[in-house]
């Protein structure tokens, strides 16, 4: 069974989402502030974390970034901020989804369902032999699927999950040009639901890891007014 931690501060919330979410056959622990929840979540054995920014004591932000730094696992932000510079900085530290409040529990459980489905498909059969369907390279940059690693001139890249997803599905689709609104459904595994910043905000930050000058991008291209195009 897949065990959630859901670090949340207001009870009401953290008990209507614990409710849904075990309903849906996980297990769940609920941490209310920010110091238990970063005690479990480094502690713990726990497979996806819902993470509220606003807590007390440590906030989302430094939970995120000090769990990123030790686990691989789904990582979904929950906040009333609306800002872009605070789904921007989200990402940046390695969440995975940013989810603004008020929104539907039943969202919530459906997007937990799509993390962990896609992490686990991910990480499946990485103890496999390397197979050149494997690898892809194109330029200075290489793609090694099994182990899910990046270089750019034979130097590592540290992508966050849902960077890499991007990365890669772009790039197993070359010279196609996809809508943010694709890109959000296939790397997400939802529908948009308005939430397109979402995709502007990743290929912002991995044109900042691969590309030699993110300002004229060699790799991902703006095709201005339709998406995104990954050139070979």
Known sequence: ??????????????????????????????????????????????????????????????????????????????????EEIDKIRGFGLGADDFIIKPFSVGELVARVKAHLARFERLTAGTGQQPNPKDQIRIRGLFIDKLPRKVFIDDEEATLTTKEYDLLLYLATNPNRVFAKEELFERIWGLDSLGDLPTVTVHISKLREKIEQNPSKPQFIETVWGVGYRFNM
């Not at 297990?27 to 509220?52: C, F, W, Y």
């Not at 939970?63 to 696992?73: D, G, H, L, T």
Request: net charge negative; aromatic share 4%; hydrophobic share 45%.
């Open 1 to 82: 069974m897949k065990k959630i931690l859901i670090i949340e501060d207001d009870s009401v919330i953290s008990e209507v989402q614990k409710d849904y979410l075990e309903a849906s056959g996980y297990a769940v622990e609920v941490a209310a502030s920010g110091d238990a929840g970063l005690q479990k979540a480094m502690n713990e054995p726990v497979d996806l974390i819902i993470l509220d920014l606003m807590l007390p004591g440590v906030d989302g932000y430094e939970i995120c970034k000090k769990v990123r730094q030790e686990k691989n696992i789904p990582i979904l932000m929950v906040s009333a901020k609306r």
